[in-house]
């Protein structure tokens, strides 16, 4: 241990080097840690805001997909109420086309009582 401090106050330049070079190492490592904190909070923060915004857009997202299928349920109704339209076209136009039938039919009956009503009238 005499050899270290007779080596160290043996000369003034050794005496104010030392503590000069542990002050600029003790600061630079100050300096350091506070850039190190520094640098994780904003890290920090920047992730705070992308998660934010991600999560922003993931509600944006989920809304988009409610309406779209809010609008395929609608496209189903349609659908449904479209095809019971169609039945019921077709239902009316069966009865319409049974109906003009009955009307030819009579129609052709009545053609032929007036043409044994002329016949007979002629006879007279």
Same mark, same amino acid.
């Given at each position: ?35 190190? !904190?520094?640098?994780?909070? %904003? ?5 705070? =805001?992308?998660?934010? $915004? #991600?999560?922003?857009? @993931?509600? *944006? ?30 239902? !009316?136009?069966?009865?319409? %086309? ?5 009307? =030819?039919?009579?129609? $052709? #009956?009545?053609?032929? @009582?007036? *043409? ?9």
């Amino acid at each position: 241990m005499k050899r270290l401090t007779d080596w160290y106050f043996n000369s003034l330049k050794k005496q104010i080097l030392i503590p000069f070079l542990a002050l600029i190492m003790i600061s630079g490592m100050a300096i350091s840690y506070m850039s190190y !904190k520094n640098k994780v909070s %904003e890290s920090s923060m920047t992730l705070v =805001a992308s998660a934010d $915004e #991600n999560s922003a857009a @993931a509600n *944006e997202v989920a809304m988009t997909m409610e309406q779209i299928a809010a609008g395929a349920i609608d496209q189903i109704e349609v659908g449904q109420n479209n095809e019971m339209a169609v039945k019921l076209l077709a239902d !009316k136009i069966n009865d319409l %086309e049974g109906q003009a039938s009955k009307m =030819a039919t009579e129609s $052709e #009956n009545m053609f032929k @009582a007036s *043409e044994n009503g002329i016949t007979q009238v002629q006879g007279l």
